[in-house]
């Protein structure tokens, strides 16, 4: 027993030694000490993998984004440093004990958390969004085949429909609001024109398209006006390249056919894209009865051309752009669109704690009608604006950041729905301050204040808002109180229209700013490959703009409508494995509260859902994928009004539920050609009658497309 004890006892002291030995090493080795930080906002990174190419040596980041890698003898050592979400960063670094190397690592925008700027025009990932901001990036659009903005928003968020109005115009619905009430932004800018509240969705091309930022809910505090439910924010592709050229190919059912490229070259500091798209199809015939017996044929022509320059603290930004469309709605005469856009903006960064944002923007959107037979081009619509803005960021202590900006709008409308085709003039200009306060790693809290100001509608508003978002392991909360607004447009104080002579529209100059206060808070889960995050959502609505029979002016007119109310939940579950596997789950449950006796009615599907599963596989020289993707809406029961001429009595009417699917398989060879084959409307699904918001479809469709990138041609 005692010889026992003495083993024992010998066995401790020499680990005893040993572990002091292990300390001595640690304390008098050579070793790699620093800190990573966000190279954009200036945060400490937590959980970065360092490791030492070609060892077996490696760390991870603290609390504070600090490091230290312990290294056998002293030289000069190839530091890897990655990071879900940034950029991967190669480092030399020489052993010195006394040297603290700092690394600012970039977000990677291709990435599962890139960079957004639509919640708080702040950029920041998208796990560390206060507000809740959803992405629709560049693969997305490219799995999926989806060509137009309407196909990316309704395969990719439950909650929108696009469907048709009057003449087989365009509307919206987006949780309740319309196409009035939910903005449109392209790189940050407004689009001038609208066709019965919407804006020409035709004019968003997705072939040059980087990624698509969706806030729901009000967001006037950074946008002002019309962005009461929501902004939709489209981020063009830029060019990363020295040359790049691409072109592409498409070709669908129904004669619809699409082609067009981009070619961008880098030269020093100049960096150029350029891009054409020619989208056209034939006029489909339906198959049943219903509210169309045809959709009309169209063409369309989009050009864009962007070119910056860029020096040391200063980047250079100019744009330009065409767009015509032309839609077959009348047997003698052709509807044509068109819209000319340019811009200047200059970016100053004196240093990492400044930067100031100087920008110029004009869009002209113009209607007109080709009548054959004289072989006129009437223009009896143009929309003109003429945009300045200003923005200025200053981050103290490199974690909070104020900003403070204003713009102004010059706004002409001459319109075929005023009187005597006449003209009016808007002058609008704001002010607005955010500050970004990030305490700790853990807690955030955006606020921000706006000042609109209307010279005709004379409206001034103030928009607050506030967003709180608090973190802990993989649990995230947000909350958030935000106002929106939108003030009464030109057409609708001033708009004198005959409708056909069974009566006339007339405008109000006395109409008051609609307004918003919406309320959300959403819980967030993220561990590994899965994402699961939950939205409730409570909006109030006072004073929506809309049309009422006035029985003095025996016509409709424009009015401001008792408050309602727009509450739910939004739901989405993602998934995506390393063997090429992934899901998206997505639903949203909308209940709109309008009170009995408006001249409204509430036509929003309370029940909608999309889903997703994908399949990739990727080598050297070859890849694929394949994707399953649908969309689920409940049937809904609403008012309506009898007929055009009668405006006392309503009827019920049912809209019939639907799920429409599709099933995509894309290849790519060598990273330069991409075959994709699309089956849409899987199941064959053809309504029994066409209802203005029923999809009008008339069974299955195909279509191929075919696209190579000349630049990556041989590597």
């Known amino acids: 027993m005692g010889a026992l004890l003495k083993y024992r006892f010998v066995f401790l002291l020499l680990a005893a030694f040993g572990l002091a030995g292990a300390d001595v090493f640690a304390q008098t080795g050579h070793f790699i000490r620093g800190v990573v930080k966000d190279s954009s906002t200036g945060q400490p990174l937590v959980g970065v993998s360092v490791s030492v190419e070609g060892t077996r040596y490696g760390a991870v980041t603290d609390g504070n984004g600090l490091f230290r890698v312990t290294l056998p003898s002293a030289g000069t050592y190839s530091i890897v440093f990655s990071h879900i979400g940034y950029e991967k960063e190669l480092r030399r670094v020489t ?101 019965l509240d919407n804006v020409d969705y035709s004019r968003l091309n997705m072939d040059n398209v980087s990624r698509i930022e969706i806030v729901k809910g009000a967001a006037s505090s950074l946008y002002g ?15 990363d390249d020295k ?70 603290k200063m980047k250079l930004t100019g744009r330009a752009g065409y767009f015509f469309r032309a839609r077959e709605a009348e047997s003698y005469a052709t509807e044509r669109y068109r819209d000319y856009t340019g811009g200047l903006k200059a970016n100053w960064s004196p240093d990492s704690a400044n930067d100031l944002e100087l920008a110029y923007s004009f869009d002209q959107y113009d209607k007109s009608d080709y009548t054959m037979k004289e072989g006129l081009d009437i223009r009896d619509y143009s929309n003109v604006q003429h945009s300045l803005r200003t923005i200025f960021n200053h981050t103290f202590r490199g974690k909070h950041i104020l900003t403070a900006g204003g713009d102004y709008l010059y706004d002409y409308l001459m319109s075929y729905q005023f009187a005597q085709d006449g003209a009016h003039l808007q002058h609008t200009a704001d002010g607005f301050l955010q500050f970004d306060w990030n305490p700790t790693r853990r807690f955030n809290m955006v606020s921000a204040l706006r000042y609109d100001n209307y010279s005709e509608a004379d409206v001034r508003h103030l928009s607050p808002k506030l967003a709180l978002m608090y973190k802990w392991g993989d649990f995230s909360l947000r909350a958030s109180y935000a106002d929106g607004f939108r003030a009464p447009t030109l057409k609708e104080m001033y708009m004198q ?9 007339y405008g109000n100059p006395g109409l008051k700013a609609e307004t918003s206060r919406n309320f959300s808070m959403a819980g967030e889960f993220t561990r590994g490959s899965y994402n699961v995050t ?18 003095a002016l025996e016509g409709m007119q424009y009015v401001n409508m008792s408050p309602l109310w727009i509450s739910g939940t939004d739901a989405n579950f993602s998934a995506r494995w390393k063997n090429g596997l992934g899901t998206k789950l997505s639903y949203v449950f909308t209940n709109e509260q309008i009170p009995k006796g408006e001249p409204e009615f509430s036509a929003t599907r309370p029940h909608t859902a999309t889903a997703q599963l994908t399949y990739v596989k990727k080598w050297r020289r070859y890849g694929f994928n394949v994707a399953l993707s649908g969309r689920l809406l409940s049937a809904v029961t609403c008012d309506e009004y009898l007929s055009l001429t009668n405006f006392e009595e309503t009827k019920k009417v049912t809209y019939p539920g639907y799920s429409i699917w599709k099933l995509t398989f894309g290849q790519h060879f060598r990273k330069a050609f991409h075959l994709t084959i699309s089956v849409d409307n899987l199941f064959n699904y053809v309504p029994d009658y066409y209802y203005s918001n029923s999809p009008f479809t008339t069974g299955t469709t195909c279509s191929v497309a075919f696209s190579v990138d000349f630049g990556k041609i041989g590597k």
């Not at 939950?534 to 049309?547: D, G, L, P, W």
């Open 95 to 195: 052993t010195d004990n006394a040297r603290l190397v700092y690394v600012g690592m970039k977000a990677d925008v291709r990435a599962l958390s890139p960079m957004v700027v639509t919640g708080t025009r702040t950029p920041k990932l998208l796990k560390d969004a206060p507000v809740v901001t959803r992405l629709i990036g560049e693969d997305d659009i490219r799995t999926l085949d989806l060509p137009d903005v309407q196909d990316v928003l309704q395969a990719e968020l439950p909650g929108i429909e696009f469907s048709y109005s009057m003449n087989q115009q365009v509307g919206l619905n987006m949780s309740g609001f319309g196409g009035k009430s939910v903005l449109f932004l392209v790189d940050g800018e407004r689009l001038a024109g609208e066709t």
């Open 497 to 505: 229209f005959d409708m056909a002579s069974i009566f006339t529209i």
């Open 243 to 312: 040359w790049s050229c691409q072109a592409n190919l498409r070709y669908g059912t129904h004669n619809d056919r699409r082609f067009g490229g981009s070619l961008g070259f880098r030269a020093g500091a100049f960096n150029n894209m350029a891009n054409l798209q020619y989208a056209a199809c034939d006029a489909i015939q339906l198959a049943n009865a219903g509210d169309y017996s045809q959709i009309y044929a169209n063409h369309s022509l989009n050009v864009k051309e962007r070119m910056t320059y860029t020096m040391k």
């Open 225 to 239: 006006s019309n962005a009461v439910g929501g902004v939709v924010n489209i981020i063009s592709r830029e060019n």
């Open 534 to 551: 939950v939205t409730a959502f409570y909006n109030h609505v006072a004073n929506r703009i809309t049309t009422a029979w006035n029985r």
